[in-house]
């Protein structure tokens, strides 16, 4: 069982930086592959980003050049830099873990979401 929470989220206007971080219970997390989605108003959930177990990295078009996914093992803790954000930025951005460890921008591939940080840009 893996317990995640975000934190970082909040308001910032638009062109600036937020870093969301995720941290995770249990000693197995190492062994996950950790991806971030996110829900705007009256949308579908939609991958952002994720890391595997060996630090490979993948990212949504819309993320691509302006957000960066790391992870620190030592610290159970996944993060997302987002710079250069824009209003179409704004959502509720979840962390989920993937035990298979591999990169994968499907949802059904994560046994384990957190409870969701807002992001609001403003214009």
């Known amino acids: 069982q893996v317990q995640l929470v975000e934190s970082g989220g909040g308001l910032v206007q638009a062109g600036g930086s937020l870093r969301l971080s995720c941290a995770a219970s249990?000693?197995?997390?190492?062994?996950?592959?950790m991806g971030w989605f996110r829900q705007a108003p009256g949308k579908e959930r939609e991958f952002v980003a994720v890391?595997?177990?060996?630090?490979?990295?993948a990212y949504a078009d819309s993320a691509k050049g302006r957000f960066t996914i790391s992870r620190d093992n030592a610290k159970n803790t996944v993060y997302l830099q987002m710079n250069s954000l824009t209003p179409e930025d704004t959502a509720i951005y979840y962390c989920?873990?993937?035990?298979?460890?591999?990169?994968?921008?499907?949802?059904?591939?994560?046994?384990?979401w957190g409870q969701g940080t807002q992001v609001t840009v403003s214009s």
């Open positions: 989920a873990a993937n035990p298979w460890g591999g990169s994968s921008a499907r949802s059904a591939a994560y046994d384990y």
């Open positions: 249990g000693r197995t997390f190492s062994n996950y592959a």
């Open positions: 890391i595997t177990r060996t630090f490979g990295s």
